[in-house]
């Protein structure tokens, strides 16, 4: 990286982070696959699905976090198929004993089977109890700057609002509530659900995000090791391009050299 984005870096619930790129667990072949395209990603924190992934509950089964140590990786646990706000709760906190006081969570109550969205209201209720909890929320949600807001009015460390539906590959739809999700955040923002292929990413980090979670984009593609370098070089471009501050969009042509001055 170039030396003004080395000194860049994401800080989540005070702790630095040099990579903004955080990556989840599922839909790997197996546990080689999962660990190989999490160190290609560069990725700092790792978000796992504590319903449907072992982390120490079921002692007769393979532990995920043999391949991706807590002492290398900021273990992210998630409440992914949670539906209501008592699971969610339950899961942050059966999470929270398994991995010896870990307070950081992804919290996301969802509200329907077909599209994943996520339940407002659930979420919004579970976040403040998690808060009160003394859990450092880091929530999934939709695109509502609204929402947004209320969700770190109630003490969420960082935001992470939709792109498109989860496991979608439909890249960002809609860039303008992004935006404005952004511009006036006090907490991290970080697109959530939804990036395809590398290009998604740099745009989200155009517009301002903080960074951005994903899985399906990587795990799903043909060579997922290879995806996730693509989508490292992604997120750290759409960064710089970020701080550098792109050119103002024209209608028509501008000459790139000077017309004044030529000489005939």
Request: glycine share 8%.
């Amino acid at each position: 990286m170039s030396s003004s984005s080395s000194t860049d870096s994401l800080v989540i619930a005070g702790r630095t982070y040099r990579s903004r790129l955080l990556v989840g667990t599922g839909k790997y072949k197996d546990m080689d696959e999962t660990a190989r395209a999490i160190d290609a990603s560069g990725a700092e924190i790792v978000t796992i699905a504590v319903r449907r992934t072992n982390i120490g509950q079921n002692n007769d089964e393979p532990n995920i976090l043999d391949v991706l140590p807590p002492e290398r990786y900021t273990i992210l646990p998630n409440t992914a198929g949670c539906y209501d706000v008592d699971t969610a709760v339950r899961t942050c906190r059966l999470a929270r004993e398994l991995l010896d006081g870990h307070n950081l969570v992804k919290l996301e109550v969802l509200g329907d089977e077909k599209t994943l969205f996520p339940d407002v209201m659930a979420t919004l209720k579970a976040a403040e109890i998690l808060v009160k909890d003394d859990f450092q929320v880091m929530v999934y949600t939709n695109d509502d700057p609204i929402v947004a807001r209320e969700l770190e009015a109630l003490g969420c460390v960082a935001v992470m609002p939709l792109a498109a539906p989860i496991g979608s590959g439909l890249g960002i739809r809609n860039p303008l509530n992004i935006r404005t999700i952004v511009e006036n955040a006090k907490v991290p923002i970080l697109v959530d659900a939804g990036v395809g292929t590398a290009s998604d990413a740099a745009v989200a980090m155009e517009l301002g995000c903080d960074g951005v979670l994903m899985n399906t984009a990587i795990a799903a593609a043909k060579n997922p090791v290879l995806m996730a370098s693509a989508m490292r070089k992604a997120i750290e471009a759409g960064r710089e391009a970020f701080l550098a501050g792109r050119m103002p969009a024209k209608r028509f042509a501008s000459a790139s050299s000077p017309i004044e001055g030529l000489f005939f």
